[in-house]
Structures are given as structure tokens and as C-alpha cells.
């Protein structure tokens, strides 16, 4: 099957977070009839389970906003990118192979909880390349987070008499300026008030600091709880530091590129990826796949075919690296 029959039947399996069962099942049929042994793991799918070297990604994407479509150079649609493009490029990989050198796992629950690296991570050990979209740069630099929900409170009253309540989301408003002050960050949501004619007196707020490898998110945290929680109740949803990768993993990831003639490039890793559920149990990891990762998650989310070709190339070469002495 070419890139693009493979990555639209990938795609056409909706498999948000926590209905990852259809696409594991294809993943799993299709990785048996190419002669691998297959193993479950707590939702994830495992190849190679005692390997030390690891090739990793996830199945599930955020709710369908897009179907599928390709216009010669682009795919496009809901999870094309993240992270069905770097499905496609393993399987595509795997089927070239004749002895694995390295384990694979596709993961469940990364764009909710992580909480399926979080078992894998336990379960194993070694160096991993997780695939996310980097446009196929080496993301040596991981960022942290700092992710809380604030529950601002004021005071309700009768919508033409202002000076009677707290408008909670005037509160919230005055509360994010300051919070800029402390450090840069993105309202993923904000929700209060009502249709009924009535001053709001809840607004909730959802916050997502992105620190830059060596902040210290602790150190954040209790300045973001002290300024926040005079407004209403602040609940920490997560926290992680961020990170360098200069390990195994990106020295083979780099061999690899140079053999098959792609250049190497370097950037960074803003969003949370199931590398950091890795890093906190001592993996050496890096983040790298097809892909540019703005568009995720969006109406047009897409992933040029040649990357995802490149890519699959780059896995072959991986293997070929690691049965070699050097590594």
C-alpha cells in the first residue's frame, strides 16, 4: 500500500482519545500480516517489546474536525499530521524490514491524560525517537508546562445594576494582565456567563505556560498560585520541565538522515509530547516526524506526502545504524 491509500485508511478510523480500540485493532491486523509478533500493552500496541531502542508514536487525535482529502502534495484532515502521518511512515517502514533492530509502540491517550506513556515509560527502558510533527527537524529542545484552571468568583446581580455584583469575567480579565507579568502563556479556554440578563459570578479559565528547557515550572507554579488564587480557586493541571536531547537517540537520528541524503535541522518542541512522560523516567529521548505542527489540531491540519516518505526512509536507515558496531 503507497503513502497515501495507507495514511486515508488510517485517517478514515476516527479514533479520538479514548477510542483508540478500531485503529489498534488495524494497526495490529496489518503489522501481523507482515509477519511481526504483536503485543497489547495496557491500550498501546508493542512490537520488539525487550528492544533498547525505541520508535514511538500514538493513535488517538482530537475530536474529527476534517476529513481526509489530497491534492497532490498535501494530505489533509483530521489527525493527517498528528500523528497518522508518522503511522503511516513506521508501518510503511516496517514492511522493508527484515529483522527489527529497534521496539515500536503506538500509543493510546496522548492528546488527553499521557497516561499510556506514563505505563510505558515504567515498563521499559532505553533511547526512543517519538514522532510528533517537526517538519522533520531533530527537536533537540523540549519545552515544559505549567497548565492550570483557575475558577474566578465574583458576585452575581441583575444584569443593569453592575455596581451590585462582581463580574467574574471583568475579574478574569484583570487577572490574566497580571499573570503576563509573571511569564508568557496561552488561554486555551475561557467560559462564563449566561444568556439570562445576570452579572457573572463564575468564569473559568484555562491557562498553559510554556517554559523554555531550564525554567524551573515549581518555581512558576507558586507564583501563579499566589497572584491567582486571590481571584478564585486555582487547580494545577500539569506540570514538567523541559528539556535537551543529546543522547543516543539524536546521534542515531542524525546517521540516519545523513545516509539517506536529508538534511539535518534542529528546533524546538513547544507542546507537551509523550517524551516527557519518557524523560521523567530516566529515557533518553528526542522528538522528530513529518509534519509542521501549527497546523494541527485545526480545520487544516495537513502533512505533505514526501515528508512521510522521507521519514519511512529514515526508519529503514535507523535499523540499518543500529545493526551496525558504531552504535
Same mark, same amino acid.
Given at each position: 500500500m503507497d503513502a497515501v491509500s495507507l495514511l486515508e485508511k488510517l485517517v478514515s478510523i476516527e479514533s479520538p482519545s479514548g477510542k483508540e480500540d478500531e485503529i489498534a485493532e488495524f494497526i495490529s491486523s496489518y503489522l501481523k500480516k507482515i509477519g511481526l509478533r504483536v503485543s497489547k500493552e495496557n491500550n498501546n500496541i508493542v512490537l520488539n517489546a525487550d528492544a533498547d531502542f525505541w520508535i514511538i508514536t500514538h493513535m488517538d487525535t482530537v475530536p474529527m474536525k476534517a476529513k481526509f482529502r489530497y491534492d497532490g502534495m498535501f494530505a489533509y484532515g483530521t489527525g493527517v499530521c498528528d500523528a497518522k502521518g508518522s $503511522?503511516? =511512515? &513506521? #508501518? #510503511? =517502514? #516496517?514492511? %522493508? #524490514? %527484515?529483522?527489527?533492530?529497534?521496539g515500536v509502540a503506538f500509543l493510546s491517550d496522548e492528546e488527553e491524560t499521557g497516561s499510556s506513556s506514563a505505563y510505558f515509560a515504567k515498563e521499559h527502558r532505553g533511547s526512543a525517537i517519538v514522532m510528533e510533527p517537526t517538519s522533520l527537524k531533530i527537536a533537540t529542545r523540549h519545552y515544559g508546562t505549567l497548565e492550570v484552571n483557575v475558577k474566578v468568583k465574583g458576585k452575581p446581580a441583575h444584569g443593569a445594576m453592575p455596581e451590585c455584583g462582581e463580574n467574574a469575567i471583568e475579574k478574569a480579565i484583570e487577572m490574566l494582565e497580571k499573570l503576563k507579568e509573571l511569564h508568557n502563556f496561552t488561554i486555551l479556554r475561557i467560559n462564563g456567563g449566561s444568556d439570562e440578563y445576570v452579572i457573572p459570578d463564575i468564569c473559568d479559565v484555562r491557562i498553559d505556560f510554556l517554559l523554555k528547557p531550564g525554567e524551573n515550572p515549581h518555581n512558576l507554579k507558586k507564583k501563579v498560585i499566589d497572584l491567582a488564587s486571590v481571584y478564585g480557586d486555582v487547580d494545577v493541571i500539569e506540570e514538567a520541565e523541559g528539556f535537551i536531547s543529546e543522547g543516543k537517540a539524536k546521534s542515531v537520528l542524525e546517521y540516519a538522515m545523513k545516509t539517506v541524503g536529508i538534511d539535518v535541522d534542529y528546533a524546538e518542541m513547544p507542546a507537551w509530547t509523550d517524551a516527557v512522560n519518557l524523560r521523567k523516567e530516566g529515557w533518553d529521548v528526542v522528538v522528530w516526524g513529518p509534519g509542521e505542527l501549527a497546523h494541527c489540531h485545526t480545520r487544516i @491540519? /495537513? &502533512?505533505? $506526502?514526501?515528508?512521510? @516518505?522521507? =521519514?519511512? /526512509? &529514515?526508519?529503514? =536507515? $535507523?535499523?540499518d545504524v543500529l545493526s551496525s558496531l558504531n552504535f
Amino acid at each position: 500500500m503507497d503513502a497515501v491509500s495507507l495514511l486515508e485508511k488510517l485517517v478514515s478510523i476516527e479514533s479520538p482519545s479514548g477510542k483508540e480500540d478500531e485503529i489498534a485493532e488495524f494497526i495490529s491486523s496489518y503489522l501481523k500480516k507482515i509477519g511481526l509478533r504483536v503485543s497489547k500493552e495496557n491500550n498501546n500496541i508493542v512490537l520488539n517489546a525487550d528492544a533498547d531502542f525505541w520508535i514511538i508514536t500514538h493513535m488517538d487525535t482530537v475530536p474529527m474536525k476534517a476529513k481526509f482529502r489530497y491534492d497532490g502534495m498535501f494530505a489533509y484532515g483530521t489527525g493527517v499530521c498528528d500523528a497518522k502521518g508518522s $503511522i503511516t =511512515a &513506521v #508501518l #510503511l =517502514a #516496517l514492511e %522493508k #524490514l %527484515k529483522e527489527m533492530e529497534f521496539g515500536v509502540a503506538f500509543l493510546s491517550d496522548e492528546e488527553e491524560t499521557g497516561s499510556s506513556s506514563a505505563y510505558f515509560a515504567k515498563e521499559h527502558r532505553g533511547s526512543a525517537i517519538v514522532m510528533e510533527p517537526t517538519s522533520l527537524k531533530i527537536a533537540t529542545r523540549h519545552y515544559g508546562t505549567l497548565e492550570v484552571n483557575v475558577k474566578v468568583k465574583g458576585k452575581p446581580a441583575h444584569g443593569a445594576m453592575p455596581e451590585c455584583g462582581e463580574n467574574a469575567i471583568e475579574k478574569a480579565i484583570e487577572m490574566l494582565e497580571k499573570l503576563k507579568e509573571l511569564h508568557n502563556f496561552t488561554i486555551l479556554r475561557i467560559n462564563g456567563g449566561s444568556d439570562e440578563y445576570v452579572i457573572p459570578d463564575i468564569c473559568d479559565v484555562r491557562i498553559d505556560f510554556l517554559l523554555k528547557p531550564g525554567e524551573n515550572p515549581h518555581n512558576l507554579k507558586k507564583k501563579v498560585i499566589d497572584l491567582a488564587s486571590v481571584y478564585g480557586d486555582v487547580d494545577v493541571i500539569e506540570e514538567a520541565e523541559g528539556f535537551i536531547s543529546e543522547g543516543k537517540a539524536k546521534s542515531v537520528l542524525e546517521y540516519a538522515m545523513k545516509t539517506v541524503g536529508i538534511d539535518v535541522d534542529y528546533a524546538e518542541m513547544p507542546a507537551w509530547t509523550d517524551a516527557v512522560n519518557l524523560r521523567k523516567e530516566g529515557w533518553d529521548v528526542v522528538v522528530w516526524g513529518p509534519g509542521e505542527l501549527a497546523h494541527c489540531h485545526t480545520r487544516i @491540519e /495537513r &502533512v505533505p $506526502i514526501y515528508e512521510i @516518505e522521507c =521519514a519511512s /526512509r &529514515v526508519i529503514i =536507515a $535507523i535499523n540499518d545504524v543500529l545493526s551496525s558496531l558504531n552504535f
